[in-house]
């Protein structure tokens, strides 16, 4: 059963899907319609979930649920992936693209392929305060912690290789 999203406990359960580029109005409406009749009939082993959805920043889409109610399991989870795979191709928008990374910069989202974030990474235009988005964060009250320094990332890593390589 679709709950507004502001009044999910803090442990609710949620699942970001990062868009391929910003989605209109439009598309934001409808995929909030689409979203919150979803939601009302989502359910795990016959048992209404109470969940919500919530569109973010132009470029995410947050399915989250209430797990202190009922818990989802692999098939309800499955279905709400469903629900997003339609999203994705009645809007002609890719929410599975794993191999682009949002950056926060002056209060938007810029996407780049995880090669470019790399080549920067090596030639300094990016720095360890450079916030991205980390979107395995898996809990509502997490989202305060959402947008992080690359350092604070797994992306994180690419500085160590780059560290090292120049100790070489």
Known sequence: MFVPFESLSPTARIWIYQSDRP??????DFIM?????FMNEWAAHGQPL???IST?????????VNN???????????QSVGFVRAMEEKLQIGFFNRTKVSVWSNNSVLLKDL????KEIQEGILAEDTLVFNNMIQSKGELDRWI???????LSRYFIQTAGNLES
């Open 23 to 28: 989605f209109n109005t439009q598309e934001e």
């Open 33 to 37: 319609q689409n979203g919150e009749k």
């Open 50 to 52: 109470r969940a919500s």
């Open 56 to 64: 973010r920043h132009s470029h995410f889409v947050v399915v989250a």
């Open 68 to 78: 202190e109610a009922q818990l989802p399991t692999g098939c309800s989870i499955d």
């Open 115 to 118: 090669a470019v974030i790399k």
């Open 148 to 154: 992080v320094p690359i350092k604070s990332s797994w």
